[in-house]
């Protein structure tokens, strides 16, 4: 994982961007996509565990990096599952019993923890570069650039990609 950190900003953009845009046959697509979304969590995932790596090298304080390795998997697992669902139509049907409701907000709540998770990944990896790149504790404001390049990550990627190899790549 540690080879997508020092990849360049093209590189990664065109890796991605390959991956997502496939579009037929139906099979093939489900495959990219899958691999797009692997390769993408993976690099998030890589920051977050090599920045806290080189954060303890520095000498200050690391986070806890449970919750955000079991966001990073959940994250991947329920969009491949939701993309295999979408692609093959199939749908779940409830019956009409008091226990659909049930299933409802049961997975209405699922898309909250989703949403939730996405957001802390977000935030935990923009927070891990900020540390790095100011050598000390930081705010929101110190890494509130981070969280936008990656926002627009199709524009972002050519300013935060270059901090990433400079920060955590190879040396």
Request: charged share 10%.
């Amino acid at each position: 994982m540690k080879v997508l950190l020092s990849l360049k900003h093209w590189q990664l953009l065109l890796l991605l961007v390959v991956c997502c845009v496939w579009t037929q046959p139906v099979a093939v697509r489900i495959v990219t996509n899958s691999l797009g979304l692997l390769l993408f969590m993976s690099w998030f995932y890589a920051i977050g565990i090599y920045g806290q790596k080189k954060i303890a090298q520095l000498g200050l304080p690391v986070n806890n990096t449970l919750l955000f390795r079991v966001n990073v998997l959940v994250v991947l697992l329920v969009t491949i599952v939701q993309l295999i669902l979408k692609e093959s139509n199939m749908q779940l049907i409830y019956p009409e019993t008091r226990d659909a409701g049930i299933a409802y907000f049961l997975m209405q709540a699922g898309q909250f923890y989703l949403f939730f998770a996405a957001v802390y990944i977000v935030v935990f990896v923009s927070n891990t570069v900020g540390k790095l790149i100011c050598r000390r504790e930081v705010t929101l404001v110190d890494y509130w650039d981070n969280i936008i390049f990656i926002l627009f990550f199709l524009i972002g990627i050519w300013f935060f990609q270059p901090r990433i190899n400079r920060l955590i790549g190879t040396n």
